[in-house]
T-cell receptor, first 118, second 112 residues
Framework: GAVVSQHPSWVICKSGTSVKIECRSL??????MFWYRQFPKQSLMLMATSNEGSKATYEQGVEKDKFLINHASLTLSTLTVTSAHPEDSSFYIC????WGGGPNYGYTFGSGTRLTVV | SQQGEEDPQALSIQEGENATMNCSYKTSINNLQWYRQNSGRGLVHLILIRSNEREKHSGRLRVTLDTSKKSSSLLITASRAADTASYFCATASGGATNKLIFGTGTLLAVQP
């Protein structure tokens, strides 16, 4: 089945530094990837939709200059949290759709990255 | 943005009992999906029901969809302690992008 690999699984960084999270589709081509953020005991909130070779589309209220998304190939999307602050501490999860999928094709999720900013 | 609301927010049952979770959403959809998440972990896809389907089964899972009421339910029969997790509904809509928007989730605790 489809597999999405997300790294790192956890990271601790100092306030003011930047952190990059990678999301790779291992056995399929993902023209579209999605990035979510989840605070403790809350649901997943969609941050942005990433399309291969084009700029990401951000959801309302998400700062595009703070959360940089790059989708340079059909199998890799990255999320960079720039100048991280403690309030950015959260669980970040990516999701990918198969290139050949129609509107009812499934989504595959990465295992998530727990970011702690100290 | 949050598309759906789920109820109950939390549910505690005994092993062997059935668990029912409900999801309501706001806009038209292509499909609705249910996911499971163990504490602090990734998501596991459980079942997908298309907008033109009314009911679907998968093992101990039964999902219904009522597009006229914009609601769905997930029934887990003969629950087990290992079913303890958070359950989320998610709706897919938005044309070609078809982004997935999650509901608020139900925390299920199955007591052994």
């Amino acid at each position: 089945g489809a597999v999405v690999s997300q790294h790192p699984s956890w990271v601790i960084c100092k306030s003011g530094t930047s952190v990059k999270i990678e999301c790779r589709s291992l056995d399929f081509q993902a023209t579209t990837m999605f990035w979510y953020r989840q605070f403790p005991k809350q649901s997943l909130m969609l941050m942005a939709t990433s399309n291969e070779g084009s700029k990401a589309t951000y959801e309302q209220g998400v700062e595009k200059d703070k959360f940089l998304i790059n989708h340079a190939s059909l199998t890799l999307s990255t999320l960079t949290v720039t100048s991280a602050h403690p309030e950015d501490s959260s669980f970040y999860i990516c999701s990918a759709r198969d290139w050949g999928g129609g509107p009812n094709y499934g989504y595959t999720f990465g295992s998530g990255t727990r970011l702690t900013v100290v | 943005s949050q598309q759906g609301e789920e109820d109950p927010q939390a549910l505690s049952i005994q092993e062997g009992e059935n668990a029912t979770m409900n999801c309501s959403y706001k806009t038209s959809i292509n499909n609705l999906q249910w996911y499971r998440q163990n504490s602090g972990r990734g998501l596991v896809h459980l079942i997908l029901i298309r907008s033109n389907e009314r009911e679907k089964h998968s093992g101990r899972l039964r999902v219904t969809l009522d597009t006229s009421k914009k609601s769905s339910s997930l029934l887990i029969t003969a629950s087990r302690a290992a079913d303890t997790a958070s359950y989320f509904c998610a709706t897919a809509s938005g044309g070609a992008t078809n982004k997935l928007i999650f509901g608020t989730g139900t925390l299920l605790a199955v007591q052994p």
